[in-house]
């Protein structure tokens, strides 16, 4: 098997929960598509197999003093009192909880690359392969793909545990992303390839 990290991506209460912050936006389209039970399913698949397991989070310190005020997408966080680290809300959710032995991956910016340990850990550990999913797709999924990518890394994308905030969304950045990587559905997968 190719030295593998799984990387689920901003997976956290905020985001995905049905009481979350964005259980209205989000939280709809994981629920209809899946997602989490999905994504349950493709972790257990990859312990089975010996991959990695990292869990990337997005938050801020109480202050927001990591986030940026100009940011369109940053600016409603420090506005709403979410993704503020040490909350519920990021905490990934408990389906999907981590393992004491998984990486957390904390950034303050849409890549899972930029300013964060995530380098280090692929590095370290000799990763051959990404397999990658999360809310969103257009954001965190697809700034990952595009940054593995140029990083000289194989990319997977499990298209069925990824979600956009409407299914246009998702299917546009599924569309795109397809240059970067491979996209295939999480029970297709062979892990131990």
């Known amino acids: ?45 990859a312990r089975a197999a010996g991959a990695l397991i990292g869990y990337v989070r ?24 979410i993704f503020q680290l040490g909350t519920w809300g990021t905490e990934v959710h408990t389906s999907i909880a981590p393992q004491p032995q998984d990486f957390d991956i904390v950034k303050h910016r849409v890549s899972p690359f930029y300013a964060t340990s995530l380098e280090a850990v692929l590095r370290a550990n000799k990763v051959e392969r990404i397999v990658m999913c999360g809310v969103s797709t257009n954001g965190v999924v697809h700034s990952g793909a595009r940054e593995a990518h140029d990083r000289d890394y194989e990319v997977v994308i499990l298209d069925d545990c990824c979600a956009g905030v409407t299914p246009d969304e998702h299917m546009h950045a599924i569309a795109c992303m397809g240059r970067y990587g491979r996209i295939v559905e999480s029970t297709e997968f062979d892990w131990a390839a």
Do not use: C
């Not at 369109?72 to 009192?81: C, E, Q, W």
């Open 58 to 81: 997005v938050g801020f310190s109480a202050d927001y003093r990591e986030a940026p005020e100009a940011s369109p997408i940053f600016s409603g966080a420090r506005k709403n009192g």
């Open 1 to 45: 098997m190719k030295k593998t990290l799984f990387l689920v991506m901003d997976m956290m209460n905020d985001l995905v929960a049905e009481d979350g912050f964005n259980a209205q936006t989000y939280g709809v389209q994981v629920k209809e598509r899946g997602v989490l039970e999905r994504t349950k399913a493709a972790i257990a698949a």
